[in-house]
């Protein structure tokens, strides 16, 4: 984990309130489901870093990892530190704090990865599509404009389906209808990636978890540290030790086996 301050390569609306930030730093080992922790002032106002999963390395050279000469990152703009961080211009420097988390785990071989997202949590699938070059994207949007934000997946080798909430792209209504077509009993050998919203991710490992898949969930809390310190992300387990029963987001997380979580108490 490094603390550096990183010059902004370029900072652009790639769609209505969606960024795509390039930043400058000979990166470390990243693996798919690596988050940063971004302090979007100079000043103490707003105090805590914000959270951003990394969506792209920059200049990767591939071997087990990726490792590269910067990272993209993908967010939107959502409230006030977003908006502070929308309005920096190249040349400019943030300081990160990363790569934190644990990432996701690899598929068996002969397993067929169908990787999940809503929204924003698209963004650590692309790595992860990036790496395994196979399986499927299954990607939930409100409307055709989200939607554009996995144009450019289909040329990492895996296919891809959407489903939008309006019906204006892909398969209407809600893109865990597409998991369960995915996930039929003559493909047993699947392994499920999920990332988004709350209930989004609630469905997919119940869909999983009847059909006997495995399902690797990324949570996403708010988060004051990113570290394990403030104790601020603690997420409740089905856990018999009490000493287990909560775990981390950023520091045990955010990827976690889906059966692991007690999924009442989100
Ligand atoms: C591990 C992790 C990875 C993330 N990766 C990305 C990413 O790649 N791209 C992206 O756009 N966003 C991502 N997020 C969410 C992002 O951190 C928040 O949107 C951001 O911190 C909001 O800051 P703000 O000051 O603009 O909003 P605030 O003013 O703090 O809040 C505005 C609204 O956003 C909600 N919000 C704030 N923080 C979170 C959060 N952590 N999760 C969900 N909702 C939140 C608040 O409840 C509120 O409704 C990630 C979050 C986590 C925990
Ligand atoms: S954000 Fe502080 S412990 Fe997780």
Redesign the pocket.
């Known amino acids: 984990m490094q603390s550096v301050s990183s010059k902004i390569l370029y900072n652009e609306e790639v769609l209505p309130r969606?960024f795509r930030l390039g930043l400058q730093w000979k990166t470390p080992a990243i693996v798919p489901g690596h988050?940063l922790m971004v302090r979007?002032s100079g000043s103490l106002d707003?105090l805590l870093r914000?959270?951003?999963?990394?969506?792209k390395v920059l200049g990767s050279k591939w071997k087990s990892v990726f490792r590269g000469t910067g990272v993209e990152?993908?967010?939107?703009?959502?409230?006030?530190?977003?908006?502070?961080?929308s309005e920096k211009r190249a040349g400019e420097s943030v300081d990160i704090l990363g790569p934190?988390?644990n990432g996701f785990p690899d598929p068996e071989r002969k397993q067929n990865p169908i990787m999940i997202a809503g929204g924003?949590g698209i963004?650590?699938l692309r790595l992860l599509a990036e790496k395994l070059k196979r399986g499927v994207v299954l990607f939930g949007a409100r409307g055709s404009s989200e939607a554009g934000i996995v144009k450019g997946f289909r040329g990492l080798g895996c296919r891809v389906k959407v489903a939008t909430e309006d019906g204006s792209i892909g398969r209407r209504g809600l893109v865990t209808g597409l998991l369960k077509e995915e996930i039929t009993p003559d493909s047993p050998d699947s392994v499920v990636y999920a990332c988004g919203p709350v209930g989004m991710l609630k469905e997919a490992a119940r869909i999983a978890q009847a059909e006997g898949v495995k399902c690797h969930v990324?949570?996403?809390?708010?988060?004051a540290c990113g570290i394990g310190v403030c104790l601020g992300?603690a997420v409740k387990t089905r856990a018999r030790e009490e000493f287990k029963r909560y775990k981390m987001?950023?520091s045990d997380?955010?990827v976690f086996d889906s059966k692991e979580i007690d999924w009442e108490a989100l």
């Open positions: 969606y988050f979007v707003p914000r959270p951003f999963g990394v969506y990152l993908l967010y939107q703009v959502v409230g006030r530190g977003t908006k502070i961080l934190l988390g924003m963004v650590p990324s949570l996403e809390r708010s988060m992300c987001v950023c997380g955010p």
